[in-house]
């Protein structure tokens, strides 16, 4: 079946650091990947995607590369601000038995201090 | 107004007792979905449904049940609520055809049972 591993959290940074947050999947297929991301309080809103293998997603400085050679998806930021604190979810999306659902790893919490 | 609202925000209630979560949207989108998130395990799916003929379970839907009124309104129903069901819900929608596999998320609902 389809799966999704990410690094356990949390991670914590100094404002201004680089951010990776590993993402490796197992799927049949050609699944579409995604990174959701969590804030207090709130539901998951979509941060990016990619369709299709070397497809870059991007937004709000965040980045990640569909690599099908390795079956990973890692999250990156140049520089994380305080409010880039939250917990972000890795997911694929794939046909089962002719649906389309998600698969989402456990999550990883980030904690930005100033 | 937000897109996918869900009510209650909050529950507390005791084992045994029949529970029913709502959840409606005004994307206009088929697709409705039901998740529970469990500290540590991220995202499982409960219930979805493609459109409002059509319900299928997903991986833990033991336990629950659903109903769709309409293409804007999916209920989820305990039927006969315990403890280990002390989760944070969420309701998702997406659209049909190209796009579907992004998923849009609502507030979420904190249920405690007692």
């Known amino acids: 079946g389809n799966s999704v591993t990410q690094m356990e959290g949390p991670v914590t940074l100094s404002e201004e650091a680089f951010l990776t947050i590993n993402c490796t999947y197992t799927?049949?297929?050609?699944?579409?990947l995604f990174w959701y991301v969590q804030y207090p309080g709130e539901g998951l809103q979509l941060l990016l995607k990619a369709t299709k293998a070397d497809d870059k997603g991007s937004n709000k400085g965040f980045e990640a590369t569909y690599r099908k050679e390795t079956t990973s998806f890692h999250l990156e930021k140049g520089s994380v601000q305080v409010s880039d604190s939250a917990v972000y979810f890795c997911a694929l999306s794939a046909l089962n038995s002719g649906y389309s659902t998600l698969t989402f790893g456990k999550g990883t919490m980030l904690l930005v201090s100033p | 107004d937000a897109d996918v609202t869900q009510t209650p925000r909050n529950r507390i209630t005791k084992t045994g007792k029949r529970i029913m979560l709502e959840c409606s949207q005004t994307k206009g989108h088929d697709r409705m979905y039901w998740y529970r998130q469990d500290p540590g395990l991220g995202l499982r799916l409960i219930y979805y449904?493609?459109?409002?003929?059509?319900?299928n379970k997903g991986e833990i839907s033991d336990g629950y049940s659903v109903s769709r009124q309409a293409q804007a309104k999916f209920s989820l129903s305990l039927e006969s609520a315990i403890p280990n069901q002390t989760a944070l819900y969420f309701c998702?929608?997406?659209?049909?055809?190209?796009?579907?596999?992004?998923?849009?998320f609502g507030p979420g609902t904190r249920l405690t049972v007692l």
């Open positions: 998702a929608t997406s659209e049909s055809g190209p796009g579907g596999d992004t998923q849009y």
């Open positions: 799927a049949t297929g050609y699944p579409s």
């Open positions: 449904s493609f459109d409002v003929k059509d319900i």
